[in-house]
């Protein structure tokens, strides 16, 4: 082979391993901007993701902020209201000992309406006959006073019926709030 073809098939090898080395270096060069660019994409997802996550526990922070509130207030009522009920509780007690008591000393005693009718069909009123006074309900009725030991036992269901009725209503009231 002639010095000239040599040259020349020296010539296109070294053309081509240049031309290759160029082509290399310019397709690590794109590579590497479009890794760039992908980056960039990446970090501005991860960045719009992470916005959404905080926008997302923003929202439910406040969210448990305003039922934690509706709680508060829910059960300062509540407790309001327990106050109430026990209040009652106290006083209708307070005023069936005071009853107790009254009819436990003589001091008060209780008696029924005899109904006019029955009494004369039994034969009189027996001496039963009360003169009107202050505290009379009816004007001459027959009345009958109680024993002493009924009298203490129809107090204990009264109050036993007067407890029953203010735990109902505080029952009512609890379910009320609650079912707001």
Known sequence: MSLAARLTVLALVLGAAVGGRLAWWWQAKELERQAAGY??????????????????AVAAFSQLEEQQKVRRALEDRLQVQDQTHWKEMNDAQQAQARLRDR???????????????????????????????????????????LDPAHAQRIIAITDEGDRGLIALKACQAYVREVTK
């Open 39 to 56: 980056e960039q994409q990446l970090a501005a997802k991860d960045l719009q993701h992470s916005r959404e996550r905080e926008d997302a």
């Open 103 to 145: 009819l436990a000393t003589a001091d008060l005693r209780l008696s029924v309406l005899l109904d006019a009718g029955t009494v004369a069909a039994q034969g009189g009123d027996g001496g039963m006959r009360s003169p009107a006074g202050t505290g009379g309900v009816v004007d001459g009725a027959l009345r009958a006073q």
